[in-house]
């Protein structure tokens, strides 16, 4: 029997510890990895050539939403199952337009985890039952968005200026000079027409950048 390979993310550790106690008893079910932000999900998928990835919405330093739009260029074989306590449309709108097959709540039951990585990982989709009345094929393709705006580098950054980060600090996780992070700050805020960092957060939050 050819084994699911998952590799799950998300930035509790106890979350983590749930789904592969979940998951690891399954016997058409072995877990690969795990993550505590984007940078380490997209690191582990390329080493560890998952068929299905466990995505938290929201976590550090590169959220959900960034990470699954890069893994669909760099992994298309891997099918993301977008998991979160958010039943806001725009967490799952924006986790289905980067390319997630799946949208799972936290508060679901074991039944819902099990039935969602099996059914990505055959190609399907799922949506948990309590968000489905509200979706429609229509509704899950969306219009463009003002984060459609950014490049992935400037989605980046606007979350690590939300989360609190001085330039420099940005600089020293992205590897680039200060006077780029600012560059990058002033294109997204003429980008956004917003005219101070207050704005940059609760845009970030409105959008499920950040929490």
Do not use: C
């Not at 505590?36 to 330093?61: F, H, K, W, Y």
């Not at 806001?88 to 936290?106: C, N, P, S, T, W």
């Not at 979706?135 to 950054?157: C, F, I, M, N, Y």
Request: glycine content about 8%; charged content about 25%; aromatic content about 4%.
């Amino acid at each position: 029997m050819n084994r699911i390979r998952i590799l799950l993310a998300d930035d509790h550790a106890v979350v983590r510890q749930g789904f592969r106690a979940i998951l690891a008893q399954q016997p058409d079910m072995q877990i690969v990895g795990e993550a505590g932000n984007g940078r380490e999900v997209l690191s582990l998928a390329q080493e560890t050539a998952p068929d299905v990835i466990v995505m938290d919405v929201a976590m550090p330093e590169l959220n959900g939403m960034e990470a699954t739009r890069r893994l669909a260029t760099a992994l298309p074989k891997a099918r993301i199952l977008a998991l979160s306590m958010h039943k806001d449309a725009i967490y799952v709108r924006e986790m289905l337009k980067a390319g997630a097959r799946g949208y799972l709540l936290k508060d679901s039951g074991e039944h819902d985890l099990l039935e969602a990585v099996r059914a990505v990982s055959r190609g399907g989709e799922y949506i948990s039952p309590a968000l489905q009345p509200a979706l429609s094929s229509t509704w899950k393709l969306g219009g463009s968005t003002p984060l459609d705006q950014l490049t992935s580098r400037e989605r980046e950054v606007l979350q690590l200026i939300a989360e609190g980060k001085t330039n420099k600090e940005i600089a020293v996780l992205l590897n680039i000079s200060a006077f780029t992070v600012d560059a990058h700050r002033g294109r997204i805020m003429e980008k956004l027409n917003v005219h101070n960092v207050n704005e940059l957060v609760r845009f970030a939050v409105r959008n499920g950048l950040v929490d």
